[in-house]
């Protein structure tokens, strides 16, 4: 059974910096596409950054240039480093994955695309 876990969220400044990681564990294919969404109460889930198992990335307009999704093969780590934090980047991050090389996204990932999701970490900014 694949496993998802997100780590790395908290509380920060605007214009201040965190990173996320998502851990995953129990893979059943040697592919994997992977993204970072957010979600606030009472609004959708959002796509924020996809990274397909063939290396091409892709970015919603609201954090391109601030945000840069990552991968470690070596540990099966997908990471997100946020940088220059707005207080609209307040969400919870979940992290997502689904068996494939590529999704093909020109802006941000959908989540309808991934089955596979981790519970989320809460990131905070305050102006």
């Known amino acids: 059974q694949v496993r998802l876990v997100e780590s790395g969220g908290g509380s920060v400044q605007a214009g201040g910096s965190l990173r996320l990681s998502c851990t995953t564990s129990?893979?059943?294919?040697?592919?994997?596409?992977m993204a970072w969404f957010r979600q606030v109460p009472g609004k959708e889930r959002e796509g924020v950054a996809g990274?397909?198992?063939?290396?091409?990335?892709s970015y919603s307009d609201s954090v391109k240039g601030r945000f840069t999704i990552s991968r470690d093969r070596a540990t099966n780590t997908l990471f997100l480093q946020m940088n220059n934090l707005k207080p609209e980047d307040t969400a919870m991050y979940y992290c997502?994955?689904?068996?494939?090389?590529?999704?093909?996204?020109?802006?941000?990932?959908?989540?309808?695309?991934?089955?596979?999701w981790g519970q989320g970490t809460q990131v905070t900014v305050s102006s």
């Open positions: 997502a994955a689904q068996p494939g090389e590529t999704m093909g996204w020109v802006h941000a990932p959908q989540a309808f695309a991934y089955t596979l």
């Open positions: 990274l397909d198992d063939d290396g091409t990335t």
């Open positions: 129990g893979h059943t294919s040697s592919n994997y596409c």
